[in-house]
């Protein structure tokens, strides 16, 4: 029998499980907390990017607060998946193999670390769960405002349930994301299950502001389903259909000329590459109107990484 289904047919409680992870010398922490009374089960994730510290704060903390008498259903919560970048202070890859955990799933059976981290999630954790909650923040170098992603590509009913998700979330915008691979949220909606990304902090920081935002996100998604007791919160966003992903057309010192959060307007100069000398090599032009949802914040733009994200205003 699976690890997980020996939880969820067994005894109210709260329990920490580490699941191997293959044949790697690795586990995933899990804490599982089987409530007293029934109802859905839900995961609750950070750390697909070890480098996005408060999500793992939130979830540690989370995982210290939450307790099975006061739940109904289930929650699995995992703090930090990805903690062999973690220990190694990799930025947000898996230390072993330099690859982002966020493209490889669903993974491989066999495997490098991260392409089997992700199958162990896919096959030992996401059959289990009616829900996926997974928390991330900028990378390293990267300034965002507070946001959502939601699933657009998945099924009618598991896009539904991703937007129903969204609205205990207390962020501005929604970012609709077509992909069904790669990341871990779009892998769990291909299988079915309803699931959001939220996006908040970065630049290598953590804070207990944002800490407490993540948490109370969670709790109010919790008061949402019914797993835990009480009135959740509902929020009005906007939704952009549509994000622009702009990658460095060349390596270079970025000089960005705005802030993440800010409206652009098309043809506006978003910023400009240049090469130690100053010289510019390359201009970042918005192609429309917009919200700049993240950006590169560090002087260094790498030349086909991420440099920009703005999600797009239509007419
Ligand atoms: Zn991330």
Partial sequence: MRCIERYKSGLPGKYRVEIPIGNYDE??????????????????????HSAEYNGIKAVMELSQSLDHHMVHGG???IP????????????SNVFADGKNLNRVFPGKEFGSLADVMAYTISTQIFPYVDYVVDIHSGDAYEQLTPFAFVLGGCNQQVNDGSTMLSQWIDVKYLAKSMLTSGGLYNSAGALGIPSILIERGGMNDWNDAWVNQDKADVINILQGLHILDGEALTYDHILFEQVEYVRAPKSGLWLTNVSAGQTIVK????????????????????????VILYQTHSLNAIEKGALIAYGIHHE
């Fill in 75 to 77: 929650i699995i919560l």
């Fill in 27 to 48: 586990t995933i922490k899990c804490i599982i907390i089987k409530g007293e009374m029934d109802g859905p089960w839900i995961l609750v994730d950070a750390g697909v």
């Fill in 267 to 290: 043809d506006q100069l978003l910023g400009t590459i240049t090469d130690p000398y100053g010289d510019p090599l390359s201009k970042i032009i918005a192609k429309n109107d917009g």
């Fill in 80 to 91: 930090l998946i990805n903690e062999n970048g973690f220990q190694h202070r990799a930025g």
